[in-house]
């Protein structure tokens, strides 16, 4: 399979979802490069999935109501976010908001981290699926990963290369679905793989010599790079579906 004209397709995407973001458009092209690395590694061993009119149609409506339908969400976890960022209260750990019709209400920045753990967890899951739907892993293993973190273990394990998953961090995914960490302050005490954060400007030298925690700051980034790192398999998904067997 020849991957020339697949680049233009991605090309066109990146410029529709980039909206002249200088920086989502360098992400975009970083990953649309390292996720063909995989693919062609994949073709090579005959490991790409390909279905009918019928299958993807089916398939690729599932997916657009999927992202059509967190796009709510991301928007809510956003809103979030922003309030809590620039709230002018001196006391940071609940928000204060008031509405006519039902008063006062209070939101901590608990359920705020919270509601942004769930949306990686939920983004995590759609980049697996999109995975699975293009990747035959029962024919590496057998059986199709439960998790995000087994999907880049299977590849990792059997010699594929993985660095398109370089800021995906599954233990941090994992800590959230299981409702296994802790926040204190602007700390959330969770697993976490250490190394993803070690570039990030806001982080102090402190906060790189440790591997309890990570920042509030670094979840809302790990968020952003897995709902950007999505456009590469989606649009792959689509592309190599519409190429004539």
Known sequence: MQFDNYESFYNTAVEKYSNNNIRKKK??????QLFVKLVQTLNN????KQYDAKQYEKLNKNFQTALRNFDHVKELTQLFYKLLKESKRKDKSTLLIKDDTVGEINITAQQIV???GWTYCTLCEI?????????DFKK???QNPTGIGAAIKTLEDN???????EDVDSKVRNSFFHFDFEFKEDKIFCDNYPSKYKDNKWRTEKDNSQKEYILLADLMVLVSHVDESMLPPMTFFVWHNQQKA
């Open 127 to 135: 980049l697996r699926q999109y995975l699975i739907s293009i990747i």
């Open 27 to 32: 992400y975009f092209h970083s990953k649309g």
């Open 159 to 165: 010699g594929f290369p993985v660095d398109f998953f």
């Open 114 to 116: 919270t509601q942004v």
């Open 140 to 142: 590496i293993t057998k």
């Open 45 to 48: 061993k005959k490991l790409l």
